[in-house]
């Protein structure tokens, strides 16, 4: 299973066998977009110890986050000082769900 970093790159979940992951859909225009920092915070605290957040920007819920993939970027960036992995905008429920998502909601 992959999905597409926020840069284009095909990204292999495989990638993150053995690590603990934090898996959050994402949106910059929202009044929980604070919690960026927050989340960034705990990947720099404890990322050498095997965590790593994933983001997924989603706008399925209330159309917050409508910004293209460089503006997700940008925000991400500029106002956050994201560094943790973020990726290309994605739904997260119905039909079109990113398989990652339709495959953690038949696991959890």
């Not at 990638?15 to 720099?44: D, M, W």
């Not at 956050?80 to 990652?100: C, L, Q, R, T, W």
Request: net charge neutral; charged share 25%.
């Amino acid at each position: 299973m992959s999905a597409k970093s926020l840069g284009g790159k095909e990204v292999n979940m495989k990638e993150f066998e053995g690590k603990t992951v934090i898996v959050v859909n994402t949106a910059s225009h929202c009044g929980f977009t604070p919690q960026y920092e927050g989340l960034e915070n705990l990947y720099r605290k404890y990322n050498d110890k095997g965590l790593v957040i994933l983001g997924f920007p989603c706008n399925q819920f209330g159309n917050q986050e409508p910004g293209d993939e460089n503006s997700i970027k940008e925000g991400c960036l500029v106002n956050y000082g994201v560094s943790f992995p973020m990726f290309s905008k994605i739904d997260v429920n119905g039909e079109n769900a990113h398989p990652i998502f339709k495959y953690l909601k038949r696991k959890l």
